[in-house]
């Protein structure tokens, strides 16, 4: 777990994909005035720069925020789930000059009112020194905590108000992830079953996706949605990640088929594959 930076991989498709679905279901959230919780299991440095220098020239979001909003600066189409992702990210840039790029933590404070609060947790200790100092001088909305987010959300479950999403986005350098997504989401369900539950996981051939794919389903909540984009084409016998895959459990009305969308808009786009 300890050599995975985010900083390397913000701003890719896979991130825009989770970032925008996390945008779209706290906005449903404003929809009421009760207040919610957001509780970021897997928080990473929470804002990133893009000159940042341990980046360098590894850094991948040149090949989807990039494209993206070069997309939406030629006026061309976009899922709306997208280009609502993208117009917090201009909010967070003062422009189209992508300087910064919000991580989760980030994209979901910017959203918050008064009363809503958000919990991240990371376990990485220089990651979460970056999380400290990303949210120093933020307002008591955002509480953030050195330890394992797989333990710790459950602790805040349900919440008083009983509205609150649960997002989930480990790197899985370690293969013992799956099994804790799996069982800490099931723990979880049993003290908030009517919670949102947003999970990520990699688009790659492991055995391990399938298996924890297959046992999230037979857990037959009623409402369940599954989404799997591939990203590259052609590569599916690839041991490289090919995509994600994104698991929304109690989805809020209507996301389904707006991100059934936003995935033939990432498969079939050609700018995003060139
Ligand atoms: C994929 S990154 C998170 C990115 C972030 N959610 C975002 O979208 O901006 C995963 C992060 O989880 C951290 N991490 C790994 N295991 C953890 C655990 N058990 N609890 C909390 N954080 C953990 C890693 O250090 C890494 O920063």
Same mark, same amino acid.
């Given at each position: 777990?300890f050599?995975?930076?985010?900083?390397?991989?913000?701003?890719?498709?896979?991130?825009?994909?989770?970032?925008?679905?996390?945008?779209?279901c706290?906005?449903?959230?404003?929809?009421?005035?009760?207040p919610?919780?957001?509780?970021?299991?897997?928080?990473?440095?929470?804002?990133?720069?893009?000159?940042?220098?341990?980046?360098?020239?590894?850094?991948?979001?040149?090949?989807?925020?990039g494209?993206?909003?070069?997309?939406?600066?030629?006026?061309?189409?976009?899922?709306?789930?997208?280009?609502?992702?993208?117009?917090?990210?201009?909010? #967070?840039?003062?422009?189209?000059?992508?300087?910064?790029?919000?991580?989760?933590?980030?994209?979901?404070?910017?959203?918050?009112?008064?009363?809503?609060?958000?919990?991240?947790?990371?376990? #990485?200790p220089?990651?979460?020194?970056?999380?400290?100092?990303?949210?120093?001088?933020?307002?008591?909305?955002?509480?953030?905590?050195?330890?394992?987010?797989?333990?710790?959300?459950?602790?805040?479950?349900?919440?008083?108000?009983?509205?609150?999403?649960?997002?989930?986005?480990?790197?899985?350098?370690?293969?013992?992830?799956?099994?804790?997504?799996?069982?800490?989401?099931?723990?979880?369900?049993?003290?908030?079953?009517?919670?949102?539950?947003?999970?990520?996981?990699?688009?790659?051939?492991?055995?391990?996706?399938?298996?924890?794919?297959?046992?999230?389903?037979?857990?037959?909540?009623?409402?369940?949605? #599954?989404?799997?984009?591939?990203?590259?084409?052609n590569?599916?016998?690839?041991?490289?990640?090919?995509?994600?895959?994104?698991?929304?459990?109690?989805?809020?009305?209507?996301?389904?088929?707006?991100?059934?969308?936003?995935?033939?808009?990432?498969?079939?786009?050609?700018?995003?594959?060139?």
């Amino acid at each position: 777990m300890f050599s995975y930076r985010h900083v390397f991989h913000i701003g890719n498709l896979a991130d825009v994909l989770k970032h925008s679905t996390l945008v779209a279901c706290v906005k449903h959230l404003l929809l009421k005035e009760k207040p919610f919780m957001v509780l970021d299991t897997h928080a990473g440095a929470g804002k990133y720069s893009t000159t940042d220098p341990l980046g360098r020239n590894k850094m991948e979001w040149q090949s989807g925020l990039g494209k993206l909003v070069t997309i939406m600066e030629k006026k061309n189409y976009l899922p709306s789930i997208i280009y609502d992702y993208l117009k917090l990210v201009i909010i #967070h840039n003062n422009g189209n000059q992508i300087k910064n790029i919000p991580g989760s933590p980030a994209l979901a404070s910017m959203l918050l009112r008064k009363n809503d609060r958000l919990w991240a947790f990371e376990l #990485h200790p220089s990651e979460f020194m970056n999380l400290e100092k990303n949210f120093s001088g933020s307002n008591k909305k955002v509480i953030l905590e050195k330890s394992d987010g797989f333990i710790s959300y459950r602790k805040l479950l349900p919440p008083i108000s009983r509205r609150g999403l649960i997002f989930i986005d480990p790197s899985y350098e370690n293969r013992n992830d799956y099994e804790k997504t799996f069982f800490y989401v099931k723990e979880g369900l049993k003290k908030f079953e009517t919670g949102i539950f947003v999970i990520w996981l990699p688009n790659i051939q492991r055995y391990e996706v399938k298996k924890t794919l297959g046992k999230l389903k037979n857990l037959k909540i009623k409402n369940f949605y #599954h989404v799997r984009v591939q990203f590259k084409k052609n590569k599916s016998n690839s041991l490289g990640l090919l995509g994600s895959n994104l698991v929304i459990i109690n989805p809020p009305f209507g996301i389904e088929p707006k991100l059934d969308e936003v995935s033939s808009f990432m498969e079939n786009t050609a700018e995003l594959h060139e």
